[in-house]
C-alpha cells in the first residue's frame, strides 16, 4: 500500500511537471516560441551532448568553449566511461557540429578520457540556426559500410527534426516543423501567429499535417489591458469539427515587476481554469519566488474540494556565473515537501577558469535503498581543448551596448562598428516607428513620443542584423 501511494504520488508529480511546462509556453506575451524550441525541445527533442553553456550564447564577447568532452557514469562504485563528443562552433558560440563515438573496451579503469574512443565515429550531428541564433533544427548522420571493390564507409542521414521560421520585420509570424524519414523531409506541425495593430501577439493557432493538408488543432487568444503588452488572461480553444470549444483559461497572470524594468517577461503567477459544463472551473495555480542569480522556486497548488491545496513545488538553484547547481521536484504529502526526484551539480575548473569537470548526483528515492534520501554519484562529464571564440569583427554583435534600458526618453548606442550601420525600432508586431542612420559611437535617440511598452530594436550593417528589446517607460 505504501509503495502504491508512492507510485501514485510520482504520477501526479510528472503530470503537474508536464502541465506547468506547457503552460509556460502558452504564457509567452510575444512569439519567443521558437527560441524556446530552438533550445532543445520542438527543434528536435535533443539537447548538445554535455553542452552546460548552451544557455550561454556570445553576444558580442570573448568566451571559452570546450572542445571535445567525454560522459561517465556511476556503477558499481567506480566510473565507467560512456561516450567522447567533440564540438564545432558558429561565430556566436553555438554548437553546429557534435561527433559521438563510444568508448573502446581497453580494459583498465576507464575514468578519464585519455585516447579511450574507438577510430570511427559512429555518429554525427549537424545543428542549424536562423539568423537570430535560434536553433531550428538538427540532422544525425550514422556511419554506414559498403562495398565498392573495398569496403568503405559514409555518413547517411538517420532522423532529424527542424523547424523552417518565417519572419515578418524580425517578429515571429509562422514556424513549419518537419521530421526526416526516408529519404525526404515531412511536414508535421504548423505554427501561426497573428498580432493586433498595436503589435501585441493576439492569436496562436497549430496545425498538424493530415492527408496531405494542413488540419487546425489548437488556438490561444490572448486578452490585455489597455495600456499594458502583457497579457492579462489567455484562452486555449480545441478545433472540433467546425468550430472552436474552450478548453483552459489562463487568469490572474501577474508579471514580475523588477524582471519588467531589465526588459524580461518573467510570471509571479497565474490561475488556471477548465471549461467543464459551460463554465470555468478552477483547476490549478502556480506562484513563483526568484531569488538571487537567477534561481527560482515554482509551487502549485491543486482545486480539490472548493480549496486550494499544495500540490508540487520545483527548485532551481544558479550560482553567480549562472550555472546550475540543483534541481529539486517535490510533491506535497503527510504535511510536508518530500523530494521525488534531484540533481546536485558541482563543477571543477582550471587555472584560466575553464571548466574542466561537472559532476552530477542524483537524489535516491528508492526506499529500500542504504542510501535512500541522499545524493548519489551518477554521471561525470571530463572536458578539455578548450580554444578561444571571438564573434567576427563586422558582426555588429560585438561590442554593442544600447543605454539606459529600461528608457523613459532618450537611449544611446555605443559600438565600435558604428559607421553606416542602420538603427530601427519597431512594434512588436513589426510595424516600424523609427528608421534612421548610426553615424557616431553614442548616439542618441528620442523614443519620447512613443507609449510605454516593450519594442524590437534592430541594428543593421552588412554583416547581419541585431536584434533586441527595448523597453519605455
Same mark, same amino acid.
Given at each position: 500500500?505504501?509503495?502504491l501511494?508512492r507510485?501514485s504520488a510520482?504520477i501526479c508529480?510528472?503530470?503537474?511537471?508536464?502541465?506547468?511546462t506547457?503552460?509556460s509556453a502558452?504564457?509567452?506575451p510575444?512569439p519567443?516560441?521558437?527560441?524556446?524550441?530552438?533550445? @532543445?525541445?520542438a527543434a528536435?527533442d535533443?539537447? /548538445?551532448?554535455g553542452?552546460?553553456?548552451?544557455q550561454?550564447p556570445? &553576444?558580442?564577447?570573448?568566451?571559452?568553449?570546450? +572542445?571535445?568532452g567525454?560522459n561517465f557514469y556511476?556503477?558499481?562504485?567506480r566510473w565507467? &566511461?560512456y561516450?567522447h563528443?567533440s564540438?564545432?562552433?558558429?561565430?556566436a558560440g553555438?554548437v553546429?557540429e557534435?561527433?559521438?563515438?563510444p568508448p573502446?573496451?581497453?580494459g583498465?579503469?576507464d !575514468?578519464?578520457? #585519455?585516447?579511450?574512443r574507438c577510430s570511427i565515429?559512429?555518429?554525427?550531428?549537424?545543428y542549424?540556426?536562423?539568423?537570430?541564433n535560434n536553433?531550428?533544427?538538427?540532422t544525425?548522420?550514422?556511419?554506414r559500410?559498403?562495398?565498392?571493390g573495398?569496403y568503405?564507409?559514409?555518413w547517411?542521414?538517420?532522423?532529424?527534426k527542424?523547424?523552417?521560421?518565417t519572419y515578418t520585420?524580425g517578429?515571429l509570424?509562422q514556424?513549419?516543423?518537419q521530421?526526416h524519414e +526516408?529519404q525526404?523531409w515531412l511536414? /508535421?506541425e504548423?505554427?501561426k501567429y497573428?498580432?493586433h495593430?498595436? &503589435?501585441?501577439l493576439?492569436e496562436?493557432v497549430? %496545425?498538424q499535417f493530415?492527408d496531405g493538408?494542413w488540419?487546425e488543432?489548437?488556438?490561444?487568444?490572448r486578452e %490585455?489591458a489597455p495600456?499594458?503588452?502583457?497579457?492579462?488572461?489567455?484562452?486555449v480553444?480545441?478545433?472540433?469539427?467546425?468550430?472552436w470549444?474552450?478548453?483552459?483559461?489562463h !487568469?490572474?497572470?501577474?508579471?514580475?515587476a523588477?524582471?519588467?524594468?531589465? @526588459?524580461?517577461?518573467?510570471?509571479?503567477g =497565474?490561475? $488556471?481554469?477548465?471549461?467543464?459544463n459551460?463554465a470555468?472551473?478552477?483547476?490549478s495555480r502556480?506562484?513563483?519566488v526568484?531569488?538571487a542569480n537567477g534561481?527560482?522556486? /515554482?509551487t502549485s497548488?491543486a482545486w480539490?474540494?472548493a480549496?486550494?491545496q499544495?500540490?508540487?513545488?520545483?527548485?532551481l538553484l544558479?550560482?553567480?556565473e549562472?550555472k546550475?547547481?540543483?534541481?529539486?521536484?517535490?510533491?506535497?504529502?503527510?504535511?510536508?515537501?518530500?523530494?521525488i526526484s534531484?540533481?546536485k551539480?558541482?563543477?571543477?575548473?582550471?587555472?584560466d577558469g575553464?571548466?574542466t569537470e =561537472?559532476?552530477?548526483?542524483?537524489y535516491?528515492?528508492?526506499?529500500e !535503498? #542504504?542510501t535512500? +534520501?541522499?545524493?548519489q554519484n551518477?554521471?561525470?562529464w571530463?572536458?578539455?581543448n578548450y580554444?578561444t571564440?571571438?564573434?567576427?569583427?563586422?558582426f555588429?554583435?560585438?561590442q554593442?551596448e /544600447?543605454?539606459?534600458?529600461p528608457v523613459?526618453?532618450?537611449?544611446? $548606442?555605443k559600438?565600435?562598428?558604428?559607421?553606416?550601420a542602420t538603427?530601427?525600432v519597431l512594434?512588436? @508586431?513589426g510595424?516600424?516607428?523609427?528608421?534612421?542612420?548610426?553615424?557616431?559611437?553614442?548616439?542618441e535617440?528620442?523614443? !519620447?513620443?512613443?507609449?510605454?511598452?516593450?519594442?524590437?530594436?534592430?541594428?543593421q550593417?552588412? #554583416?547581419g542584423i =541585431?536584434?533586441?528589446?527595448i523597453?519605455?517607460?
Amino acid at each position: 500500500m505504501r509503495n502504491l501511494s508512492r507510485n501514485s504520488a510520482k504520477i501526479c508529480l510528472l503530470f503537474s511537471v508536464w502541465w506547468v511546462t506547457l503552460l509556460s509556453a502558452w504564457a509567452q506575451p510575444e512569439p519567443t516560441v521558437l527560441a524556446s524550441k530552438a533550445n @532543445g525541445t520542438a527543434a528536435g527533442d535533443r539537447q /548538445v551532448s554535455g553542452a552546460f553553456w548552451e544557455q550561454s550564447p556570445l &553576444g558580442g564577447k570573448t568566451i571559452r568553449r570546450p +572542445g571535445s568532452g567525454s560522459n561517465f557514469y556511476w556503477n558499481n562504485n567506480r566510473w565507467h &566511461g560512456y561516450n567522447h563528443y567533440s564540438y564545432q562552433y558558429n561565430a556566436a558560440g553555438f554548437v553546429i557540429e557534435e561527433l559521438i563515438s563510444p568508448p573502446c573496451p581497453m580494459g583498465g579503469d576507464d !575514468s578519464t578520457s #585519455a585516447n579511450k574512443r574507438c577510430s570511427i565515429t559512429p555518429e554525427r550531428v549537424i545543428y542549424e540556426y536562423d539568423q537570430f541564433n535560434n536553433r531550428t533544427g538538427y540532422t544525425s548522420y550514422f556511419v554506414r559500410y559498403y562495398f565498392d571493390g573495398e569496403y568503405k564507409w559514409k555518413w547517411e542521414i538517420g532522423y532529424g527534426k527542424r523547424i523552417l521560421p518565417t519572419y515578418t520585420n524580425g517578429v515571429l509570424t509562422q514556424e513549419i516543423s518537419q521530421r526526416h524519414e +526516408g529519404q525526404a523531409w515531412l511536414d /508535421v506541425e504548423k505554427n501561426k501567429y497573428t498580432y493586433h495593430s498595436s &503589435g501585441k501577439l493576439a492569436e496562436h493557432v497549430q %496545425y498538424q499535417f493530415k492527408d496531405g493538408a494542413w488540419v487546425e488543432i489548437s488556438r490561444t487568444i490572448r486578452e %490585455y489591458a489597455p495600456d499594458s503588452n502583457l497579457p492579462i488572461s489567455m484562452v486555449v480553444q480545441e478545433r472540433q469539427t467546425d468550430a472552436w470549444v474552450n478548453k483552459t483559461r489562463h !487568469s490572474d497572470l501577474f508579471w514580475n515587476a523588477a524582471a519588467l524594468q531589465t @526588459g524580461q517577461h518573467k510570471l509571479d503567477g =497565474r490561475t $488556471i481554469q477548465e471549461w467543464r459544463n459551460g463554465a470555468w472551473v478552477n483547476a490549478s495555480r502556480t506562484a513563483t519566488v526568484y531569488q538571487a542569480n537567477g534561481s527560482s522556486t /515554482v509551487t502549485s497548488d491543486a482545486w480539490v474540494n472548493a480549496a486550494w491545496q499544495n500540490s508540487t513545488r520545483k527548485v532551481l538553484l544558479y550560482d553567480a556565473e549562472g550555472k546550475l547547481t540543483q534541481d529539486l521536484l517535490e510533491v506535497w504529502a503527510n504535511n510536508r515537501w518530500s523530494i521525488i526526484s534531484g540533481e546536485k551539480i558541482t563543477y571543477v575548473t582550471n587555472t584560466d577558469g575553464d571548466i574542466t569537470e =561537472r559532476l552530477i548526483q542524483r537524489y535516491d528515492t528508492n526506499p529500500e !535503498s #542504504a542510501t535512500a +534520501g541522499t545524493f548519489q554519484n551518477a554521471e561525470r562529464w571530463v572536458y578539455d581543448n578548450y580554444h578561444t571564440i571571438t564573434s567576427s569583427k563586422e558582426f555588429l554583435a560585438r561590442q554593442v551596448e /544600447v543605454y539606459p534600458n529600461p528608457v523613459t526618453s532618450k537611449f544611446a $548606442i555605443k559600438t565600435d562598428q558604428a559607421a553606416g550601420a542602420t538603427v530601427r525600432v519597431l512594434t512588436l @508586431g513589426g510595424q516600424p516607428l523609427l528608421d534612421t542612420q548610426l553615424k557616431i559611437t553614442g548616439q542618441e535617440f528620442d523614443l !519620447s513620443h512613443l507609449p510605454a511598452g516593450t519594442y524590437i530594436l534592430q541594428l543593421q550593417s552588412k #554583416a547581419g542584423i =541585431r536584434t533586441q528589446k527595448i523597453v519605455k517607460l
